[in-house]
Structures are given as C-alpha cells and as structure tokens.
C-alpha cells in the first residue's frame, strides 16, 4: 500500500494523512457537529464559489459593477425626497442623504445576503445531488458574495462624506465588527430559511416580503432615536437596529453609541447562528434526496 | 480493516420515500413531529435493547422503496470493478453513498482512501464563465486542491484538445468540446477510489477511446474504480472484478466476465417473456425472424422478418422501425419502412403485419436482439415496444467454414480476395 500512495500521490503530504484513515459512512445521526475542520480543508471551494457569483453577477449587463453603487445611490435618493424633504423625517442633525446612505449599505449588503443564501441550496441542487462536499460552503458563498458590491458603494459613501466634511473619529476602528455583524445576522437568518428552503419551496415566496418588512422594522429611513428609551433595548432584538447604529455611530460620529441596544442584537445573532448551524447540519444529510 | 481493501459495504440499505407523502408533509406535520420527537428517541433507547433497527421495520412500506438492501461486498485495493444492472436496481444509489452525496438509512460503509467521484460530467460548469475558468471551478468543486489544478492544467487542456477555446466562454463550445473538457478535468483528479457513474458514454467513437485509454492509465497506476455502466463491451474490456444488483441487491461479486455473463443471460430470461406486449397505443401479437429455406438462421441465407401489431387507436400514417442488437444491445443495423413505402391508414383493432425480406441475413453465428418501434406519422407518434425479441443465428460455414472468434465481429461480408504477386 505504501508503494502505491507514494506512486500516486508525488505531492502533498496532506493526502497521505487523509487516506491513512479510514472513513465510515453511516445513517443519519441527528445532531452533529459542525464541522469547521472539513469546512476549513474545502475553503478552496468556498473561494471559487464566491469569486464565480461575483464574475457572473454581471455579466451580459451594460452597467457592469456600477449596478453595485447605483441600487442603493437611487435608494438613497428616493429616501431623502420622501423621508428627508417631504415628510421631514429627523436625521440626528446628520444631513439626511448621508444619514440614509451610510444605513443603506449595510442593509443592501443584509438584504442581497439574505436573499442569496435563502436560495443557494435550492439553486445548486445540481451540485447538492452529484458531489460531496460540506454543504455550508453554499450559503456562506452566497453570503459573503455581497461584500465586493459593499465594498465598491463604500467608496461612494467616503465621496459623499467628503462632500458634506464629515471626517470619522477613532470609532472607524470599529466598523469591520458592524459589518462582521451584519454578515453574521444574514448568514443567521440564511441557513434557517435555505434548509427550509428545500423541503419547502415555500421560503422563496416569503423572503421578499420579509426583507421588506424587516427594511422598515430597521432604522435605515429613521433614527432609532425616535423609539422610546425604554423600548430601544427591545429594538435591538433586531439586529440589523444594532447593525445599522453602529455603523452611523462607527462612520458619522454625531449619533450616540449603540449601547445595551447593540449588546442584545449580538445576543441574538450568536443565538441565530448557533442554532442554524446545528439546524442546518441537522438537515443537510436529507438534502440531496429532498431537493 | 486490512490495507488491502478499498471499500468495505456492511448491509447497506437505502429507502427512499415515494408517492405522496411528500407533496402532503406540510409545515404543520413538521411541527407535530418535532413535539413528538423526544417521545420518540426515549422509545427507541428502550427498543433498541433486542434490535437497533426495529423503530425502522415497522413502518409501513407501502409508499417507500428500498433502492438498496442489505448490500455488502469488499473491494480489494487496485480492483476495477464494474457494477451491473437494469435501470432501477441500485447502481447510481450505491454511488450516491459511496461518494457521501446521500446517507444510507441502515448499515456502513468503511472507506480507505481519498475518493473522487464523477456521476455527471460537467457538474457546476457555467455557462458563461471560460474553459479555464472553467477547470478551476469544476476542479474545486471535485475537491481538488488550486495547487492541484494549476499542476495538471496543461494536462487537462490537451487531453480535452480544446487548447485555442481555452479562453472562450464554455457557452460557445460545441457539446462534444464542452463534455471532452469536462471529462478531463475529472480524470487528472488525484484520487485513490474512483467512482465513476455512466459517464463512458459521451463524446466521439475516437475521444471515448481516449476516455478508455485513461481509465486503463488509472487502473494501472494502482488506483481502485468502481464503474456503473450499461456498455457491457467496456465494463469487460476496463474491469476485473463485476458486482450484480437486481431490485437493490446484490446478487453475484465475481470474475468481471461471470458477472456480465450472467447478467446477460438474466435479460434473456426477460426477453423471452410473453410473446404478446403492449404498448400505450399498440398491442404486438409477435415478432417472428424465419428463414424460408432452411429451420434454423444462417449467416447470408434469405430470411424474413415480420411484426404482427394491432393499433389501440386510429393510426393514420402507420410506420415500423426495425433495428437489429448484438446481445449486448449493441445497434448493429435499423431499417425504416418509410424509407421504402408508405401504408394506408389502419383502423384501431385492425390486424396488421408488416416487415422485411432480406436476401442475405449479414450476422455471424451468435445471438441477437430485435427492437422495434411503432409510430403514427400523422400524429407524429412513435412508441418503442418495452422488450427485445431474441434470434440465434447459428454456425455454419462462412469463409471457408472456419471456427470465427470475436476477432471477426458481428456482420459478415461478402468478398471475394485481391491477391497480385
């Protein structure tokens, strides 16, 4: 035997340890573990899977990568003729287009994020019921697809702060943990709804809707300062609250620190997350014959 | 286990719900279930005193089937080993575990070894990405390593011969380019278990050709295969070792020509069923295959051979097909009556024969399958009848009355010799 690996396998002393053991294949357990190690050994793949979204997110499109800056450009645009001009919506003293814009990435990055990984699984069927590999790469692909279009109408914010002489302060430091939340909040939501997804086509349906009432339950239009003190502790059960103030705070500096508010939406990303995963890797074992 | 072995299956067994069951299973069902879980578990802990898998036993069967059950064999390390079987006994599930696509519902299997696994060629191509895009992408998906990839991509671009496409988007490849390029980015997998599910079949005679040639490089490098494939030529040309599933057993591991041999001989068994089939819009009386002159069918005696059909329906512009199968259901000649003449409209119920006179019957002694199909040209409709009908042709002299191997194939010819000295 060792004769043979050595024949086969010139490099990569990785696989002879992987082959020197054997592998069971059993019936479904129920619960499982995670599994971050075989995650870790296939990010090769959650690479390729990314970089594919990205290269054919546009193309055959004659805007290109500006559709990344240009969705959230007119989001903002619409938001300040109607909740800034017309109905005079407060902004915390931040002029207002800046105010919903700096909201609106984080949102746009959550609401893609969302959407995508929802239904990821049910769109790569053809790969769920012909290969084998950890069925997390998928959503999680699909999640992380989001932060290129982020980080190209991140450029347009800077302009746009520049233009009303808004400088950020030490807090900047902080804004890679809001975006980290974000991702973490959809990918929360995502494994949920994707694993639903496929026995239930149902989910499809429902995530539209959903993403747009979860848009107004957010501050992105409006400052949770309009929401009773007493009650801001309860608003951060929606993480995106504790997601969006702190990026206003992190970025414009003017809005108070997310405190307690932001302490909960951790809470119950960890707790979304957690249970996702668990419910997910639950699952996945069915999913090649239910899809 | 032994580093001798490879694959080592215990009873493995796979249900697959059927039917409605699932269509009905609503969000409701689901949250009944889940409240009932626990109840569950408890029950089994104490059930599973006397037998683990009495909770599974009991269920009602009626709307699932076992794709596989209680299947259990070892392949030894090195073997190529073909897996044989009609549509539906278990073949592409039994690679579905083994590459931990699905989860068996009982037994195990231990596997000693890296595996790759290809049951579709081309899985997570895209369309508009290019060939080298491409080849990473599928590559990855695969399990092979970037490493890995950049290695053998040179490699891979010459077996697929698609060297000046390599950046054009794949959309724009001919099929034949596209599958030649998916093939061989699943061949350059370093792997030591290969599974390898009816992929033999595509491309060009020349390119499946050089599909064989690397299965035969693989196997000599001492890697294990294990091959689903309906091609009996190949799966006794490539494999040594042969597993036969019937209805999701297994029912015979041996000798890879054993298993073919017997395999073949069960499809006679079914091909000499009852002489009258149905189909949705024709009923066949008998297909009958005779030689005027003589009992028995003999290589460039006369022959006839005729299909005796009624419609079911009102067939406007009725049409047979007639083709005519090695046993291993090779498709060795077809004949059309459209090409020859055209028949007058047939009421349903109505008795027709219709068929071919041949001057010379062209097949060497053997055995041989006849296929036929009906159609109704008017509506288009064309039905193939579900079996094959067997004929023997026997051995008799042909030039010059020699014993003739398989070395002279199937159809004989006839020449006469050009010798200048």
Known sequence: MASILEQSQPVGVSHDAEAAQVFRIEPAKGWTAVGFRELWQYRELLYFLIWRDVKVRYKQTALGAAWAIIQPLFMMIVFSLFFGRLARVPSDGIPYPVFSFCALLPWQLFAHALTESSNSLVGNQNLITKVYFPRLVIPLAAVLGGVIDFLIAFAILLLLMLYYGIVPGWAILTLPAFLLLAIATALGVGLWLSALNVQYRDVRYTINFLVQFWLFATPVAYPSSLIPEKWRVFYGLNPMAGVVEGFRWALLGKSEPPGMMLWVSVAVVVLLLLGGLYYFRRMEQEFADVV | ?????????????????????????????????????????????????????????????????????????????????????????????????????????????????????????????????????????????????????????????????????????????????????????????????????????????????????????????????????????????????????????????????????????????????????????????????????????????????????????????PGVYIGFLTKELHRLAGLDLKDFTSLPPLRAGQSAEIGFSLESLPFLAGSYRVEVHLKDMSRPLIERVPRYYRFDVAETPVYGGRHLDSWFGNVGLTATPIARV
């Open chain 2, 1 to 317: 286990m032994s580093s001798d072995i490879a694959i080592r299956c215990e009873g493995l067994s796979k249900r697959y719900r059927i039917g409605k069951t699932d269509s009905y299973r609503t969000l409701r069902d689901v949250i009944a279930d889940a409240a009932a879980a626990p109840f569950r578990r408890l029950r089994r802990t104490v059930s599973s005193n006397g037998n683990g898998n009495l909770a599974d036993s009991i269920e009602p069967t009626a709307n699932s089937i076992w794709a596989l059950n209680d299947v259990s064999f070892e392949i030894n390390r090195g073997d190529v080993v073909g897996i044989i079987g009609r549509n539906g006994a278990g073949k592409s599930t039994l690679l579905k575990i083994l590459s931990r696509i699905t989860k068996p519902t009982r037994g195990h299997a231990d596997i000693n070894g890296r595996v790759g696994s290809l049951l579709e060629v081309g899985t997570g191509f895209h369309p508009e990405l290019t060939g080298r895009e491409n080849i990473y992408l599928n590559g990855a998906i695969l399990g092979m390593h970037k490493a890995e990839i950049d290695r053998k991509f040179d490699e891979i671009v010459a077996f697929a011969e698609v060297e000046q496409f390599i950046d054009t988007p794949v959309k724009r490849y001919s099929s034949g380019m596209y599958v030649r390029l998916a093939f061989a980015v699943a061949a350059h997998m370093e792997t030591e278990i290969l599974l390898v599910d009816e992929v033999l079949a595509v491309g060009d005679a020349q390119f499946q050709k050089k599909c064989f040639s690397k299965m035969s490089q693989i196997r000599n490098q001492g890697k294990t295969i294990v091959l689903v494939s309906h091609n009996m030529a190949a799966v006794r040309n490539i494999c040594n070792q042969g597993l036969h599933l019937q209805h999701g057993h297994a029912v015979l591991q041996a000798e890879i020509n054993q298993v073919v041999d017997a395999y073949l001989a069960g499809t006679e068994e079914a091909a000499e069923g009852p002489m009258e089939v149905e189909t949705e819009n024709f009923v066949v009386n008998e297909v009958l295959i005779e030689s005027s002159s003589s009992p028995i069918l003999k290589t460039f005696a006369p022959c006839e051979i005729r299909v005796r059909f009624q419609p079911k329906i009102d067939v406007g512009d």
